[in-house]
């Protein structure tokens, strides 16, 4: 591991202490930035940091920058070296999480026009572990905030302003004693938790919201999608999900990057089938880890690997 963590700010690798923006920095007023979450899993027996999706966040990154009119000098094929260079100089030999953030970085207040303010972009590197404290089913409640209309504020892109509501519904879940929030849309349907996509099982299908209920379509979620069709021959049906149908669910799970797949024992002081993780759950949560963590050599495709400190 390198003596002092570097961060990537400004075009070049800077000490992580001294990554720093002034207090009229646009984003940190208006929330103008857009950021991805990516996981790198290490594997001590390959001495070996597997980087998850990196070009699918990316590019993802890069749609949501330009609905923000945030101008990069970088394309995704420059983010992913930028990313392997700084996981490299870290060193970490432990789970890590990366943090991209593109930002209206000008020093400059009192101004809603998009196209006159200066972008730039930042991105660290930090040692994480489990994002929800619980090795089992976790309970969850239905949040009095609702997640935001695409007609609001564009739901497919990671917009930093977006998560404010994920935020309150996610303090408000933990302060009644909740390990996590699911959030519906305007007109009451389900759409996704405060930081995860929302699956169900029924009778034997895997049922998720669809675009359309403004959940973000995630990369885990279109990861358990083919996971599910190609591994298991489940069917999956993308639609409207009523929320007193997870009620009635034989299994709930949430997928995420920070999350990976988490099953959801209760809903409301409801049991959700026996309250443990279901067995499409489990199947999928062994398959998932053992790609992640690069044992799966049919999917190393979807990873990055990096040997931290350059050994």
Not at 162 to 176: P, R
Not at 209 to 237: H, K, M, Q, W, Y
């Amino acid at each position: 591991m390198s003596p002092e963590p570097y961060a990537f700010l400004g075009g070049k690798q800077v000490p992580l202490a001294e990554a720093k923006v002034g207090v009229m920095t646009h984003a940190l007023h208006y929330g103008t930035a857009v950021f991805e979450g990516v996981r790198g899993n290490w594997n001590e027996e390959h001495g070996m940091m597997y980087v998850f999706r990196l070009r699918e966040h990316y590019e993802r990154l890069l749609r949501g920058s330009n609905i923000l009119r945030i101008e990069l000098p970088y394309t995704a094929d420059d983010l992913i070296q930028i990313t392997r260079d700084l996981v490299e100089r870290n060193g970490y030999r432990q789970d890590v999480y990366i943090r991209p953030l593109a930002f209206k970085s000008q020093e400059l207040v009192a101004n809603l026009k998009l196209h006159e303010v200066e972008s730039d972009f930042t991105l660290i590197v930090v040692p994480f572990g489990a994002y929800i404290e619980n090795d089992g089913a976790i309970r969850c409640q239905t949040s009095s905030w609702r997640r935001p209309d695409d007609a609001m504020m564009p739901t497919g892109v990671k917009l930093s302003g977006l998560y404010t509501t994920s935020i309150l519904a996610k303090t408000e879940a933990v302060m009644a004693g909740y390990d996590e929030a699911i959030l519906l849309t305007n007109d009451g349907n389900v759409s996704e938790g405060t930081g995860e996509n929302l699956f169900m099982v029924r009778d034997g299908v895997l049922h998720t919201p669809s675009e359309t209920d403004n959940c973000l379509l995630g990369i885990t979620r279109d990861c358990v999608i083919e996971l599910a069709r190609n591994e298991f021959g489940l069917e999956v049906v993308e639609r409207r999900i009523h929320r007193s149908e997870l009620y009635l669910a034989d299994e709930v799970f949430l997928t995420g990057t920070a999350a990976h797949l988490t099953a959801v024992g209760e809903l409301d002081n409801r049991m959700i089938g026996n309250g443990e993780m279901g067995p499409v759950a489990q199947k999928l949560q062994a398959i998932y880890f053992d790609i992640v963590a690069g044992n799966n050599p049919d999917y190393m495709h979807w990873l990055e690997a990096v040997t931290p400190g350059g050994g």
